[in-house]
């Protein structure tokens, strides 16, 4: 998968030299590139912001060099584009679904945004040529869109063939579509058995596979009804067995 991330703040990203993405960056399994937008102004000063229309607070990133960026990374002489995600707390929830679609796309673009964001002509601009999509990565506001960015590559990166060492504990993880889609993990124990006087569920140790499987579920349900009650109310009534409604 190819990923270009349009920045400010190319630095932001020193973290995906690290660990399993970096390794897999390494080995060509993720071909991530970063550009400077001040790359693409004209004045001495570099110049991506300007004063909103309508006024009001803050400033708001300048269409030409958003403009200019977009056509020199995603080419504009045939291929097929990439698709363009636009980070923002305006745009709709990012989830374990969208980091699966967005896995199986071969080329991503992360346009990031500051300040009050990007004139939004740019956003319709782009979509003449290419698929665009606002992704918020939570109810929060931060600085920009690096950090979002950051958090989607991750999510998506791991989903990579290849990427993790161990493909089961992708399909395990909280949120992963299957068996206990719609459910979070519940807690994981490693050795000694017994730790500062507290002993590891005597279940694990039993060998029973059918018993820590339902173990796992029992204890992913009740985490989840303390943690995350808005996941249980999307259960259908199909999704309950016998066991789960004693739990
Ligand atoms: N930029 C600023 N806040 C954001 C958020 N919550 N999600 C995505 N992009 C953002």
Redesign the pocket.
């Given at each position: 998968m190819r990923i270009d991330i349009i920045t400010i703040f190319p630095d932001y990203f020193a973290p995906l030299d690290l660990s399993l993405i970096g390794k897999a960056r390494r080995t060509g399994l993720i071909d991530v590139r970063l550009h400077d937008l001040r790359r693409w102004t004209h004045d001495r000063h570099h110049t991506v912001d300007d004063t909103p229309y309508g006024g009001g607070p803050g400033m708001v990133m300048k269409p030409e060099p958003w403009g200019e960026a977009l056509d020199a990374v995603t080419g504009d002489a045939g291929g097929t584009p990439p698709r363009l995600i636009l980070?923002?707390?305006s745009?709709p929830p990012?989830t374990q679904r969208d980091a699966v679609r967005l896995a199986g796309e071969p080329w991503l673009v992360f346009a990031c945004?500051r300040y009050e964001g990007i004139d939004a002509r740019v956003a319709v601009d782009a979509a003449r040529r290419m698929p665009v999509e606002e992704?918020?990565?939570?109810?929060?506001?931060?600085?920009?869109?690096e950090?979002?960015?950051l958090v989607m590559v991750e999510a998506v990166s791991r989903l990579l063939p290849g990427v993790l060492g161990n493909a089961e504990s992708v399909a395990q993880d909280s949120f992963a579509p299957g068996a206990m889609d719609n459910l979070v993990e519940g807690p994981v124990y490693t050795k000694p058995a017994v730790w500062r006087g507290q002993e590891v569920p005597p279940v694990l140790l039993s060998g029973h596979h059918g018993a820590v499987d339902r173990w796992r579920r029992d204890e992913a349900l009740r985490r989840t009804a303390r943690n995350r009650p808005d996941l249980l109310d999307r259960f259908g009534p199909d999704d309950l067995d016998q066991r789960d409604r004693e739990v």
């Open positions: 980070p923002t707390p745009g990012f945004g992704l918020s990565i939570g109810d929060y506001v931060l600085n920009g869109g950090v979002a960015t």
